[in-house]
């Protein structure tokens, strides 16, 4: 991602410049629309809460930092997607966040479930999740984990590559089944955040190229293979994803590709998957579509391409991940220190270190990723500065937030709390430093609960044998 620095935007007074799309808040205890769970407020007192709950009350019983989870809103997402898509079937990307709880909560909402590992088809298994609601995904799924799918009788394994294929093909020929799959293929697009980059679009581990002839030739691998089922294919362009112009061409070609099959083969397969990735609000700079929306216009697209084919309409279905958990949950930190820092040309950065960082979300590390923060436990009258959040790990590249407003009177002990720490933040989170991974725990109705609870030193010291 790119932003541009806007000049002018400087107060070399007090601190050094933003990037030019964060804006100096006129009111910094404010919670900006869109980034925040339906249930978080800030309370008469100046102090947030999550669904009744306040967060001094969650700090002070479960601890500091923590992944706080509002359950209505979570629910409410799922449910959103499953409405918006009607006559879809919607797959949550278990990948983003999953636990026990959520697996159970995304399926009453309506929902079928992704995994791509066998760790997150036993978390979903444990979960009592119909197995025929599952989707298995993955590059190089192990022997193990292809039996274990067949074993439990997943309703849907994405074949990545030839050597799966027949891997799969012989494992649900011995077991005397056929394995339900669909060919998860590359359409020749990657959308990322705001752009839609065409170039470089094959270079990548996922898919069979529809363009060189690979999805064909793996399309009829299946077909000529009496241990799978082929059902059809599956299109995943990419991740945090605004525009609808990677949708419309991915549509476009696998619906090409659906009726190039069937030319081919006589076979009408009967489904399509246009994968997840539809993008959340991190900072004001993100502005996503509603839902409805989104699903208004892929109908849309799938039905003008099976005009233009002649196909008749596939069963569809997608696959959203950090749209369900991603801002369904805030993370909880507190301010250990704070440091001014002043830099080479003017001006001062505020440093303020938190009892986390990249441990618990690497995502800013890894991908450059933006956030928002607020002071959590209560509201300030102090003028704004400009911050750094920072984590307590010993890499520099050790930010949580890399530039944010915060009231100039942060001080150890206030808690600061990110939206959108609800996707690939706990289910990328490592122990790194030996730093035990943080609790989730969530919110409903007044009352919380321990969806994971926290590892503590005797965990990890529990895997050393020396
Ligand atoms: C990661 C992934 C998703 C979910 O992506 P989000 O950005 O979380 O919506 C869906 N499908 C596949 C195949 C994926 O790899």
């Not at 009350?57 to 930092?65: H, I, K």
């Not at 369900?324 to 001062?348: C, D, H, N, R």
Request: net charge negative; with cysteine; proline share 5%.
């Amino acid at each position: 991602m790119s932003h541009t620095h806007v000049a002018g935007a400087i107060h070399a007074d007090v601190s050094v410049s933003g990037p030019g799309w964060l804006r100096r808040p006129t009111d910094v205890n404010a919670l900006v629309d869109g980034l925040w769970s339906s249930g978080v407020r800030r309370r008469p007192d100046g102090e947030l809460e999550v669904a009744g709950v306040p967060v001094t009350a969650l700090a002070a019983e479960v601890g500091t930092p923590a992944y706080v989870f509002d359950e209505a809103d979570l629910r409410e997402r799922a449910r959103g997607f499953a409405e918006a898509f009607a006559g879809w079937r919607v797959y949550y990307a278990g990948k983003s966040f999953l636990s026990k709880d959520v697996a159970r909560w995304v399926v009453e909402e309506g929902l079928y479930l992704d995994v791509c590992t066998g760790g997150e088809l036993a978390v979903a298994l444990a979960a009592g999740i119909d197995p025929a609601r599952i989707g298995f995904h993955g590059n190089n799924k192990s022997l193990a984990e292809l039996q274990a799918a067949l074993e439990a009788g997943v309703g849907r394994i994405i074949v990545d590559s030839f050597i799966e294929i027949a891997r799969l093909a012989e494992l649900a020929a011995a077991r005397g089944v056929q394995a339900p799959v669909l060919v998860r293929v590359t359409a020749g697009v990657e959308a990322h955040t705001h752009e839609y980059i065409a170039t470089a679009h094959e270079d990548q581990k996922f898919g069979f190229s529809i363009v060189t002839g690979d999805a064909m030739r793996a399309v009829e691998e299946c077909l000529g293979a009496p241990g799978i089922d082929l059902r059809g294919i599956h299109s995943h362009i990419g991740s945090q994803i605004f525009e609808t112009a990677g949708f419309e061409v991915a549509v476009r070609r696998t619906i090409g590709l659906l009726a190039a099959i069937a030319e081919r083969t006589g076979q009408i397969l009967p489904e399509l998957d246009l994968g997840g990735g539809f993008g959340i609000a991190y900072t004001t700079l993100d502005d996503p579509r509603p839902t409805v929306e989104l699903a208004e216009h892929l109908n849309a697209m799938v039905e003008a391409e099976c005009r233009s084919t002649g196909l008749p309409r596939p069963e569809l279905s997608i696959e959203p991940g950090r749209a369900i958990s991603g801002p369904a949950a805030l993370m909880l930190y507190e301010v250990g220190t704070v440091k001014p820092v002043v830099l080479a040309g003017g001006g001062v950065r505020t440093y303020v270190s938190v009892d986390g960082g990249m441990s618990d979300n690497i995502r800013t590390a890894l991908y450059a990723a933006e956030y928002s923060a607020t002071v959590a436990n209560r509201a300030s009258d102090a003028a704004p500065v400009l911050c750094r959040v920072v984590g307590k790990h010993c890499e520099s590249g050790d930010i949580v937030v890399r530039d944010e407003f915060l009231p100039g009177d942060i001080a150890p002990g206030d808690l600061i709390a990110v939206p959108g720490a609800g996707a690939y933040a706990r289910s990328m989170a490592s122990n790194y430093n030996h730093v035990p991974r943080p609790p989730v725990v969530a919110v409903a109705d007044g009352r919380w609960r321990t969806l994971l609870r926290r590892e503590t030193v005797d965990d990890l010291l529990a895997l050393d044998m020396g």
